[in-house]
Nanobody, 125 residues
Framework: QVQLVETGGGSVQDGGSLRLSCAAS???????MGWFRQAPGKEREGVAA????????YYTASVKGRFTISQDNAKNTLYLQMNSLKPEDTGMYYC???????????????????WGQGTQVTVSS
C-alpha cells in the first residue's frame, strides 16, 4: 500500500511561485506519479506526471512552460515547481500514483490508484 503526503501549498500573488512536495512510502518507488488539482466546484484534473524509473515527463497544456515535475529517487519524493502562477491555478493539489511502472496512463482520476490528502494553493490577483 502506497502512502502519499503532500506539502508546500500556500497563498501567493499572481505571478508568484510555489514548490509542492510529495513524500511516498510503503511502495517500491517504481510507478507513474502524477499531480492533479481541483478548483472549487470543478472536477479534479491532471496537471503533470512522470515515470519514476525513466524520468519521462507529461504535462497538461495549461501548465506547460510554467510548471515542472521532478523527483528525488533517494528520498522517494515527487516535486511540482510552479512558476508564473495565475488565479486560475488556485485549487487543492493532489499527488497520485498509478499501478504501472512501464508507462503513464492518461491523466485521469480513474487511472491512478493511490492518492495523498492534498495541499491548498491559492493565487490572488
Amino acid at each position: 500500500q502506497v502512502q502519499l503526503v503532500e506539502t508546500g501549498g500556500g497563498s501567493v500573488q499572481d505571478g508568484g511561485s510555489l514548490r509542492l512536495s510529495c513524500a511516498a512510502s510503503g511502495g517500491t518507488w517504481n510507478y507513474c506519479m502524477g499531480w492533479f488539482r481541483q478548483a472549487p466546484g470543478k472536477e479534479r484534473e491532471g496537471v503533470a506526471a512522470t515515470l519514476t524509473n525513466t524520468g519521462r515527463l507529461y504535462y497538461t497544456a495549461s501548465v506547460k512552460g510554467r510548471f515542472t515535475i521532478s523527483q528525488d529517487n533517494a528520498k522517494n519524493t515527487l516535486y511540482l515547481q510552479m512558476n508564473s502562477l495565475k488565479p486560475e491555478d488556485t485549487g487543492m493539489y493532489y499527488c497520485a500514483a498509478a499501478q504501472t511502472s512501464t508507462y503513464c496512463p492518461s491523466l485521469l482520476v480513474r487511472n491512478f490508484a493511490y492518492w495523498g490528502q492534498g495541499t491548498q494553493v491559492t493565487v490572488s490577483s
